[in-house]
C-alpha cells in the first residue's frame, strides 16, 4: 500500500513514512525495514539519520528487555556508503550510534571504512557540532561514548585507525574527552583514555580547568573519583610535561576547601605536588 501512495499529496501527514518505520519497529518485520528504505515512493522521505535515530532508539530501548534480529535493520548501512559520504552525514550516525551504546551500528561503519577511504574521511572528519539544546553538550565518537557512559564502546573506537581526530577533539566549551569523563568519573573510561591521551590531562577547558580539577570538585562517589584521579597523576609521573605543578596546587586547594581528605593525601602524595605550605595549615578564603 505505502509503495503505491504519493505521500506528497494532501491525504498523508509529512512524516506518513516516519510513522510507518515506527510501527514496523514495534510490531512488524524488520525485514520491511528495507523495503521502505529503498522502496520507489518511499526512499526520499526516509533516507536520511532521522531513519537511523528511530532504529537505533527502538534498539536502544529494547536491548535490555529482549533481543530480537535486528541484522535486517543495521544491514542497511551496507549498502549506503555514498548515501553517507555524498549527502554528509556519515559523521553524525557514528557519533549518534556512539552516544547510544550501539555498537552493531559502529562496527558495521568502520568495517565499510576499511575498504571505503571516502567514507573513512566521512566518519572520522570533526566539525564542531551542534547541541539541541544549551543543556546539551555534543562532540565526536569518543566524547559521545564517553558522555553516555559506554567503556565498550569507548574501547572499541580506540581501536580503530585515524579515531585520533575524535580522541583530541575539543568541542565548544574547550573540553577534551577527559574533560568529559570527569562528569561521570568512570575508572574504567579514564583507564581506557588517558594512556593513549596524556597530552590531554593538562589541557584546559573555557574555565580554565584541567580534566583532574574536574575529578575533584565532582559529587560522585569518592571511590570512582579517587581511582579516575590516580590514572590521571600516574600518567602525569610517566609524562612530566603532562600536568603542570601550580595545576595539581589548584587542585589541591579545591580539595582542602572541599575538605575531602583522601583526595588531599593522594595529590600530597602524588610526586608532581609541591605546595608552598603544609597541608597541615589552615588556609584562609
Known amino acids: 500500500m505505502l509503495e503505491a ?20 519497529l514495534q510490531w512488524g518485520d524488520l ?11 518511499t526512499r526520499r522521505h526516509l533516507q536520511n539519520l532521522d531513519f537511523f535515530r528511530h532504529i537505533i532508539d527502538s534498539w536502544h530501548f529494547s536491548y535490555k528487555n529482549y533481543r530480537q534480529d535486528w541484522d535486517a535493520a543495521f544491514d542497511i548501512i551496507n549498502d549506503i556508503p555514498d548515501i553517507l559520504v555524498g549527502e ?5 550516525l557514528l557519533c549518534l550510534a556512539a552516544s547510544q ?22 566518519l572520522l572528519r570533526e566539525p564542531q557540532r551542534q547541541p539541541r539544546s544549551l543543556a546539551h553538550r555534543v562532540h565526536q565518537s569518543i566524547g559521545e561514548a564517553v558522555l553516555a557512559g559506554h567503556v565498550g564502546v569507548v574501547e572499541y573506537l580506540l581501536q580503530q585507525e585515524g579515531i585520533e581526530t575524535h580522541l583530541y577533539h575539543r568541542n565548544a566549551n574547550g573540553e577534551n574527552v577527559l574533560h568529559l ?8 573510561i579514564f583507564r581506557a583514555l588517558a594512556p593513549r591521551f596524556p597530552d590531554g590531562i593538562s589541557q584546559k577547558d573555557c574555565q580554565g580547568k584541567t580534566a583532574l580539577m574536574r575529578v575533584v570538585e565532582n559529587l560522585s562517589a569518592s571511590h570512582n573519583r579517587i581511582e579516575s584521579a590516580q590514572t590521571l597523576l600516574s600518567l602525569s609521573t610517566t609524562h612530566q610535561s603532562a600536568l603542570f605543578t601550580k595545576d595539581q596546587q589548584e587542585a589541591l586547594r579545591m580539595a582542602e576547601r572541599m575538605r575531602d581528605g583522601e583526595m588531599c593525601n593522594l595529590l600530597i602524595k ?12 589552615s588556609r584562609s578564603e
Open 88 to 92: 554528509g552525514w556519515g559523521n553524525e
Open 101 to 122: 551504546g550501539c555498537l552493531p551500528v559502529i562496527e558495521r561503519l568502520m568495517k565499510i571504512a576499511q575498504q571505503n577511504i571516502d567514507l573513512k574521511k566521512e
Open 31 to 41: 525485514c520491511r525495514l528495507r523495503i521502505l528504505f529503498f522502496g520507489r515512493r
Open 5 to 24: 501512495s504519493e505521500f506528497e499529496s494532501h491525504e498523508f501527514l509529512p512524516n506518513t513514512a516516519l510513522l510507518a518505520i515506527n510501527q514496523v
Open 181 to 188: 569523563a570527569s562528569m561521570q568519573c568512570s575508572p574504567a
Open 270 to 281: 602524588s610526586s608532581q605536588v609541591s605546595l608552598n605550605e603544609p597541608w597541615s595549615s
